[in-house]
């Protein structure tokens, strides 16, 4: 079975700071890797996926991920963050050819003004 | 883009009664569809998957009898929660997956739960 795995909880960043969020998946097949965001009272959304091809994926708002296969591992990352960027993140994986998707436990991201 | 339309965002309800909850997508079909429940400060758990046409697919832990989903078309799945009690208060979230290879999950809004 796969897991997904977020280092982090909470995080607090100040505006213009760089934001790395780690995730770690468990799974011994080929995967799809997702990052959704969902922003106070609203519904998840996409934020980037990673199916096939260049590992390193670019998003909506700036952020991008990086897979790692020897490392499991899909990590968010954005430059400089905005007050706007508040929000929780949540990774997620499902096995290619599977359409169940498994999440993290996401991390609240609260970008100080 | 893609919309799924959750409805009712929110509700409360007594102990020993029951509520659905239905999940539409607007401008796509889906054959299939997903329940998630979220406690707070948990990551959502997946609880079922819904076919159109079939039974759906539970995970393990997940009574199949006190989570009814009907799947009749290819635009509408509903959850109904029978029987509810305070433990099941939470927020459900359903998604669905436009019909096509590697399509990726298109959230409703949630619903909340209130079982008092």
């Known amino acids: 079975a796969q897991s997904v795995s977020q280092h982090n909880h909470h995080v607090i960043l100040s505006e213009a700071a760089s934001l790395e969020l780690g995730c770690n998946y468990s799974?011994?097949?080929?995967?799809?890797l997702f990052w959704y965001v969902q922003y106070p009272g609203q519904h998840l959304q996409l934020l980037l996926k990673?199916?096939?091809?260049?590992?390193l994926v670019k998003g909506i708002k700036g952020f991008e991920a990086e897979f790692i296969k020897s490392k499991f591992s899909f990590n968010l990352r954005k430059p400089s963050v905005q007050w706007s960027d508040t929000a929780e993140y949540f990774c997620a994986v499902n096995a290619v050819g599977g359409n169940k998707l498994v999440f993290g436990a996401g991390t609240i991201l609260r970008v100080k003004s | 883009g893609a919309v799924v339309s959750q409805h009712p965002s929110w509700v409360i309800c007594k102990s020993g009664t029951s509520v659905k909850i239905e999940c539409r997508s607007l401008d796509f079909q889906a054959t299939t569809m997903f329940w998630y429940r979220q406690f707070p400060k948990q990551s959502l758990m997946l609880m079922a998957t819904?076919?159109?046409?079939?039974?759906?697919?539970?995970e393990q832990g997940v009574e199949k009898d006190k989570f009814l989903i009907n799947h009749a078309s290819l635009t509408l799945s509903t959850l109904t929660v029978t029987s509810a009690h305070p433990e099941d208060s939470s927020f459900y979230i359903c998604?669905?997956?436009?019909?096509?290879?590697?399509?990726?999950?298109?959230f409703g809004n949630g619903t909340r739960l209130t079982v008092t």
């Open positions: 990673y199916f096939s091809g260049d590992p």
């Open positions: 998604s669905a997956q436009p019909t096509g290879a590697e399509s990726p999950l298109h």
């Open positions: 819904s076919n159109e046409g079939s039974k759906a697919t539970y």
């Open positions: 799974y011994g097949g080929t995967v799809n």
